[in-house]
């Protein structure tokens, strides 16, 4: 068997996904499982032993990421194995192993550029069944599809995460009080905070901004943001910092609440009223 599928949750009473997916923990959502000491879910024999002994995370933007993990079973050899990582909590992707060594243990999963801009989050965990046909969870780690290549400027509040190329430390600063000031109408019009950390990536650079979309860029646009990614990414031309942060960032991350909490909602006149308030 494989090893099961781990869904994003998705029932229960609130305004939307916003109330009612938590925060990410370090223990994957794996409905069924027993947790173990140190926050992973075993599938199948509670009484088997899973033993992590290194586990290594590598961005190699812009061509991709590189997990390893070596663990074994006490109940057999490796024998399938793969990566489940997401950006905002929300959705998921995976990528199998590439390379199973069964009698070691060591598994190395490649995931390949498919044009995502850098510094996303990257939360991942892996799945892994036995021989015996027990699977198990690593604990969630943390990451980032940081770009190694170049000089950036990072910062982080409670409230959101601003890497910035090409433009003063202001830029990212301004955005860190912009996202400040509108925490609480933020949650007064949606009901909840976000249930992750979005990300805003500012970009003042031309080719830094062609080169994580390459043979898709279109002059006319100068920013996407992406539930999905749980990010704001704006090619940034002008000198008026504030109105970036105070009037393109807000604006863009108030997208991504209607992103994430309006979803499957029938009244929309309702979602772009709160939309209104926001703004």
């Given amino acids: 068997p494989s090893p099961t599928f781990t869904p994003v949750p998705a029932t229960g009473p609130g305004w939307g996904p916003c109330t009612r997916v938590p925060?990410?923990?370090?223990?994957?959502?794996?409905?069924?499982?027993?947790?173990?000491?140190?926050?992973?879910?075993?599938?199948?024999?509670?009484?088997?032993?899973?033993?992590?002994?290194?586990?290594?995370?590598q961005s190699r933007y812009p061509d991709g990421m590189t997990f390893g993990l070596s663990i074994s079973s006490s109940a057999g050899e490796i024998q399938q194995a793969r990566v489940v990582f997401t950006h905002a909590i929300t959705s998921q992707n995976t990528?199998?192993?590439?390379?199973?060594n069964p009698a070691t243990g060591q598994l190395i999963a490649e995931w390949q550029h498919d044009r995502r801009p850098p510094w996303l989050a990257v939360?991942?965990?892996?799945?892994?069944?036995?021989?015996?046909?027990?699977?198990?969870?690593?604990?969630?780690?943390?990451?980032?599809?940081?770009?190694?290549?170049?000089?950036?400027?990072?910062?982080?509040?409670?409230?959101?995460?601003?890497v910035s190329v090409g433009l003063p430390e202001l830029a990212a600063q301004l955005a860190l009080d912009a996202m400040v000031a509108q925490r609480e109408i933020f949650r007064e019009a949606w009901g909840e905070l976000l249930p992750y950390k979005p990300r805003a990536i500012l970009i003042g650079?031309?080719?830094?901004?062609?080169?994580?979309?390459?043979?898709?860029?279109?002059?006319?646009?100068?920013?996407?943001?992406?539930?999905?990614?749980g990010a704001v990414v704006q090619r940034v031309s002008?000198?008026?910092?504030?109105?970036?942060?105070?009037?393109?960032?807000?604006?863009?991350?108030?997208h991504l609440y209607q992103d994430c909490c309006a979803a499957g909602l029938p009244d929309r006149e309702l979602v772009q009223r709160r939309q209104r308030d926001l703004l």
Avoid at 95 to 100: D, E, G, L, M, R
Avoid at 216 to 229: M, S
């Fill in 123 to 162: 939360d991942y965990w892996w799945e892994v069944t036995d021989s015996a046909g027990n699977s198990y969870a690593t604990p969630i780690v943390e990451g980032e599809y940081a770009d190694l290549t170049r000089e950036w400027i990072r910062m982080e509040n409670d409230d959101i995460v601003v």
């Fill in 23 to 57: 925060p990410q923990g370090i223990t994957p959502n794996i409905p069924g499982g027993v947790v173990d000491e140190v926050g992973g879910v075993k599938l199948g024999d509670p009484n088997v032993t899973w033993t992590i002994s290194e586990r290594t995370f």
């Fill in 95 to 100: 990528q199998p192993a590439q390379s199973i």
């Fill in 205 to 229: 650079r031309l080719d830094v901004w062609e080169e994580w979309q390459p043979g898709l860029t279109n002059p006319n646009v100068i920013g996407t943001t992406n539930g999905t990614w």
């Fill in 238 to 254: 002008g000198s008026d910092l504030t109105d970036l942060a105070f009037g393109t960032v807000l604006h863009e991350v108030a």
